[in-house]
């Protein structure tokens, strides 16, 4: 699912003002050779950042470091943090999944559909996490069959107002429908080959998020749901 | 007799610990806070846990889980800044203040609407009434 800040002002009587859930923010830290993910608040958004937490190790799927051609390498099994691919990395991307979660009336559990009292709705999660520390032609093409957001042009270049242009690829292959949010809000929904475009609203460090359904025959869950995170940070320019 | 006495006392305990722990209930009318939560993408933050605060304090004023649309409702009986809490298993959540008093007196809005409606309706009827009498005066110079 995907997850965002901030809160706008409530309503009375049976008018609900809405609130986003907020949440489960996925960032790589990378230190020298290190890599380690996290959930929660990354430091530089202005929410509570007070208390991020590594995501467990056995939910990583993968981990994968690129250098600035797009070749790389990939780790299928991770033992502990930090994730130590030998050298620092260009782009650094990850995929996680928490298995299967059902929602029920008492609450999502992490059960699936078949084991859960009263299902209302379920679904398997993955979630992916890419971070660009610099710019390489070779980044504007997917690294990952992971649902992925891909920049079509340097976004290390771009200025306050400036658009971005996004293509958001599942499997290496255009992903059409996917809601992409940033700031905390829905910006757009990928075309039918793969597009948004997305204003950047701010310097620091931006994280732009898509998520993706597909329908699934299964006495598991209703449903796939794919979050891809995209994050890199813009200088403030005078 | 004295076995009658016994029975009609026992009796007597007997309905008197059931009253002590009837529930009873008044229903009343009041303004309520409304908040709604959703995911950006959408969906709606249904049937998760909630807690609610009143200005400053750390006990919950209310604890439930959110309705079928994600929403929370509640009446504060203070004004202030209220702190509204909702999250899930799976790490999603939001953390809020409510203005409760601000939020109240929105609820002027819908009300003003209304208000607004009756006036335009009754202008009608007014202006009605006046062709209805002119019309009625008119019929009678002619016959």
């Known amino acids: 699912m995907v997850v ?8 009375v009587f049976l008018l609900g003002a809405p609130a986003p859930a907020e949440g489960h923010l996925l960032w790589l830290q990378m230190e020298g050779s290190g890599l380690t993910i996290y959930h929660g608040h990354p430091p530089g958004l202005g929410l509570d950042s007070s208390s991020p937490k590594e995501v467990p190790i056995e939910n990583v799927l993968r981990a994968s470091c690129f250098e600035e051609s797009g070749n790389g390498a990939a780790l299928d099994s991770v033992g502990a943090y930090p994730i130590d691919f030998g050298g620092p ?15 029920t009336p008492y609450g999502t559990k992490n059960v699936p559909k078949n084991e859960a009292e009263s299902p209302i709705s379920s679904w398997l999660s993955y979630e992916s996490v890419k971070h ?7 980044f504007a093409a997917p690294l990952t069959g992971n649902l992925e957001i891909v920049p079509l042009h340097d976004p290390f270049s771009l200025d306050e107002g400036d658009k971005l242009r996004l293509l958001v690829t599942l499997e ?5 429908g996917a809601i992409v949010v940033y700031d905390g809000k829905p ?18 460090l931006q994280m732009i998020l898509a998520s993706h359904r597909t329908p699934l025959q299964s006495e598991k869950a209703d449903e796939i749901v794919r979050t891809a995170v995209l994050s890199f940070a813009l200088e403030e320019k005078p | 007799m004295t076995r009658a006495l016994y029975s009609l006392v026992l009796i007597a305990l007997v309905f008197s610990g059931a009253a002590a722990h009837d529930l009873d209930h008044t229903l009343g009318h009041g ?45 504060p009986d203070a004004g202030g800044e209220w702190r509204v809490r909702a999250f899930s298993e799976d ?22 609407a209304s208000e607004r409606g009756v006036r335009v309706l009754l202008g009608i009827a007014i202006i009605l009434g006046i062709f209805g009498a002119w019309s009625l005066h008119r019929s009678r110079r002619k016959g």
């Not at chain 1, 660009?132 to 070779?138: C, E, K, R, Y």
């Not at chain 1, 290496?172 to 059409?176: E, I, R, S």
């Not at chain 2, 950006?40 to 649309?69: I, K």
């Open chain 2, 91 to 112: 790490g999603h959540g939001a953390d809020i203040r409510v203005d409760a008093e601000a939020s109240l007196a929105s609820a002027a809005v819908p009300r003003a």
């Open chain 2, 31 to 75: 303004e309520a806070v409304v908040v709604r939560f959703h995911y950006a993408d959408g969906p709606v933050f249904s049937y998760e846990t909630y807690e609610v605060y009143r200005p400053g304090e750390t006990t919950p004023f209310q604890v439930g889980r959110t309705d079928a649309l994600g929403r929370v409702a509640f009446v």
């Open chain 1, 132 to 138: 660009l520390a610099t710019w390489s032609d070779a």
């Open chain 1, 89 to 103: 990395c260009a782009a650094a991307s990850a995929l996680v999944s928490s298995g299967y979660w059902t929602k």
């Open chain 1, 187 to 204: 910006r757009g929904e990928t075309d039918s080959e793969g597009h948004v475009n997305v204003k950047i609203r701010r310097s620091g």
């Open chain 1, 172 to 176: 290496g292959k255009p992903a059409a």
């Open chain 1, 4 to 11: 965002v800040a901030v809160f706008s002002a409530c309503l």
